[in-house]
């Protein structure tokens, strides 16, 4: 069964840090690569970073040298190390596969994590 689980969101403010995780299901994880991905009011869900299961991970412009995606193989999951956070990185977080795409159309997506970023 695909299934995920985000969490960790909140309201920070700026300039500062926050970890969200997330857990999938075996079917869905394993030796797969992941992502997390993020949906702001009014825009497209896009990609924020992408994972391999080796570990070797790829940023978005817009995040580069801020954000840091780890997995844990063993349990299943993966987390978004955010730094400096910026106004504009609010948004809704969803972790799901990694393709490449920069905006994938999955059927499936979790009910993702809310991360606000504010005063």
């Known amino acids: 069964q695909v299934q995920v689980a985000e969490s960790g969101g909140g309201l920070v403010q700026p300039g500062g840090t926050l970890r969200i995780s997330c857990i999938a299901s075996e079917s869905m994880f394993s030796g797969r690569s992941m992502a997390w991905y993020r949906q702001a009011p009014g825009k497209e869900r896009g990609l924020v970073a992408g994972?391999?299961?080796?570990?070797?991970?790829n940023y978005a412009d817009a995040v580069k040298g801020r954000f840091t995606i780890t997995r844990d193989n063993a349990n299943n999951a993966v987390y978004l190390q955010m730094s400096s956070l910026k106004p504009e990185d609010t948004a809704v977080y969803y972790c799901n596969w990694y393709s490449g795409s920069f905006y994938p159309k999955y059927d499936y997506w979790g009910q993702g994590t809310q991360v606000t970023v504010s005063s």
């Open positions: 994972i391999t299961p080796a570990g070797l991970a």
